[in-house]
C-alpha cells in the first residue's frame, strides 16, 4: 500500500479536475465535502456531485470510471480545457484509498460536533474539504481576542507521511506542553491515535479561551 502516492494522486484530481469542475458549475465555490468512499463536490446546480469514490472517478449522473490520469477523469466529467491537463498515470491503490476515504468521512463528523458545541461568538465556520491542503476543517474562536485557530484533519502533507489531527492557532498561543506540533505552530494527534482528535480540539479550544 502508497499511503503518500495515493494521497498525491487523489490530491491532484481535488485540485485540478474536482475543485475545477465546481467552479464551471457555479462559478466561483471551490470547496468540496468528504463523500462516500472518498471526497467530492456538493450538490451541484443540475444535480449530482462529481468526485472520487475509491478508485474511481465519480460523475454527475453517477457513473463511474477508473482513474488512470487527470486528463482522463477531466474528459470524464466534462471539465473545460481537459486536454491541457496531464495525461501521466496516476498511482491509486484501493488499500491506500480506503484508508484516506475514512480520514475525511470521520473528520466531518467530528468537526459537525464540534460546531453544535461551539457558542454565538465563536463564529464557527462551516466543515469543508479544502483542495489546496486537501484536509476537512473548520475556523472557530474569537479573532479580536486572540482565540481564533483552524480545526481539522490532514490526510497527510509533505512533513506528514501519515493522516493526521491538528490545531492551528491564527495568533501563536504561549509555550506549553499541549502546543506539540513540529512543522507548525500548534497541536497535532498522529494517525494512530487520530479518534483522540476530538479531545484534542476541545483542550486547545480551552487552553486558547
Known sequence: MDLVATRLALHALAEQVISPLRVQATGNEIALQARPGGYGTPELPDGGWVGVSGTDVVRADGARRPITTLRDAAVFVALNGAEQLNDEPLVVHPDAAAVLAPVWADGTTWLEALIADARPDEAASEVHLWPEHFDVAIE??????????????????????????????????????????????????????????????????????
Open 140 to 209: 472557530l474562536g474569537d479573532e479580536a481576542a486572540g482565540r481564533r485557530a483552524a480545526y481539522g484533519v490532514s490526510p497527510g502533507d509533505p512533513d506528514h507521511p501519515q493522516p493526521y489531527g491538528y490545531v492551528a492557532p491564527w495568533t501563536p498561543p504561549e509555550p506549553a506542553p499541549l502546543w506539540n506540533a513540529t512543522a507548525f505552530t500548534g497541536a497535532e494527534v498522529p494517525y494512530e491515535r487520530l479518534s483522540e482528535a476530538p479531545a484534542l480540539w476541545r483542550a486547545c479550544r480551552a487552553a486558547l479561551g
